[in-house]
C-alpha cells in the first residue's frame, strides 16, 4: 500500500528565509506525489504534483518540490516565506489501485514577521 | 472559476439526528471523493464515485454512513443517526480520472468542507 510521511508535526521559519517542509514516500512502482496547502477554516488547495519528468516541480504561490528517487523524498521548497505562507501542508500519493489520494499527517507552517 | 461546492459549511446537530451532506462537483469531472478530517486520524478516505458509481466505500461506517450520487451535478452523504465521534470536517473532491492510462496524475480539487459538530 501507498504511504506518505510527513516526520515534522510543525516548522518555524522567519521571514525572508527559506523554507522546507520534508515528505517521504513508500509505494510500489511509479510515485505520483502532490502537495496540498490548508489555510484556516478553509479547503485543501492544490500546490504542485509529480508524475514523471523533471525532479524539479513548480507550483502555485512560489512553492516548489524536489522529487528524489533515491531518498524516496518530495520535499516542498520555497526560497523566501512569507507570513501568509503560514497554513497547513499536506503532502499526498495517489493510490494507483484505487485512484484516491492518501494523505500524509500534514505539517504546520509558521513563519514570523 | 470552477470549483467544488459543499453545503452546509457549518452544522451543529444533536445527537441521534440526521445529516446530509451535498457536494456539487467542477463540472466534466467523473469521479467524486469524500473525505474526513478530524484530528485525530488525519485526513481518511470515506469514498468515491467514478461515473456515479460507487467503487470504494471502505473507509466509512456502514451502519450509520451512507454516500450517493443521485445525478453526476451531486453527490450526498448522509449520517443517521449521528453521533458526537462523527464530528469533523467533511470535504468532497472531484477530478478528472482517466481510466486505463498508463498513469493518472490528474488533480482532484476540493471544497471548502462542512464542519459538523455533533453535540
Known amino acids: 500500500a501507498q504511504s506518505v510521511a510527513q516526520p515534522e508535526d510543525q516548522v518555524n521559519v522567519a521571514e525572508g528565509n527559506p523554507l522546507t517542509v520534508k515528505c517521504t514516500y513508500s509505494?510500489?512502482?511509479?510515485?505520483?506525489l502532490f502537495w496540498y496547502v490548508q489555510y484556516p477554516n478553509r479547503g485543501l488547495q492544490f500546490l504542485l504534483k509529480?508524475?514523471?519528468?523533471?525532479?524539479l516541480v513548480k507550483g502555485s504561490y512560489g512553492f516548489e518540490a524536489e522529487f528524489n528517487k533515491s531518498q524516496t523524498s518530495f520535499h516542498l521548497k520555497k526560497p523566501s516565506a512569507l507570513v501568509s505562507d503560514s497554513a497547513l501542508y499536506f503532502c499526498?500519493?495517489?493510490?494507483?489501485?484505487?485512484?484516491?489520494?492518501?494523505f500524509g499527517s500534514g505539517t504546520r507552517l509558521q513563519v514570523q514577521p | 472559476d470552477a470549483r467544488v461546492t459543499q453545503t452546509p459549511r457549518h452544522k451543529v446537530t444533536e445527537m441521534g439526528q440526521e445529516v446530509t451532506m451535498r457536494c456539487q462537483p467542477i463540472?466534466?469531472?467523473?469521479?467524486v471523493f469524500w473525505y474526513r478530517q478530524t484530528m485525530m486520524q488525519g485526513l481518511e478516505l470515506l469514498a468515491y464515485?467514478?461515473?456515479?458509481?460507487?467503487?470504494?466505500d471502505s473507509g466509512m461506517p456502514k451502519d450509520r454512513f451512507s454516500a450517493e450520487m443521485p445525478d453526476a451535478t451531486l453527490a450526498t452523504l448522509k449520517i443517521q443517526p449521528s453521533e458526537p465521534r462523527d464530528s469533523a470536517v467533511y470535504f468532497c473532491?472531484?477530478?478528472?480520472?482517466?481510466?486505463?492510462?498508463?498513469?493518472?496524475?490528474?488533480?482532484?480539487?476540493f471544497g471548502e468542507g462542512s464542519w459538523l459538530t455533533v453535540v
Open positions: 473532491a472531484s477530478g478528472l480520472i482517466i481510466t486505463g492510462a498508463p498513469f493518472s496524475g490528474n488533480t482532484i480539487y
Open positions: 509505494v510500489s512502482g511509479n510515485p505520483y
Open positions: 509529480y508524475i514523471t519528468g523533471d525532479n
Open positions: 499526498a500519493v495517489r493510490d494507483t489501485g484505487r485512484r484516491a489520494l492518501t
Open positions: 463540472l466534466g469531472h467523473n469521479t
Open positions: 464515485f467514478r461515473n456515479r458509481a460507487p467503487l470504494d
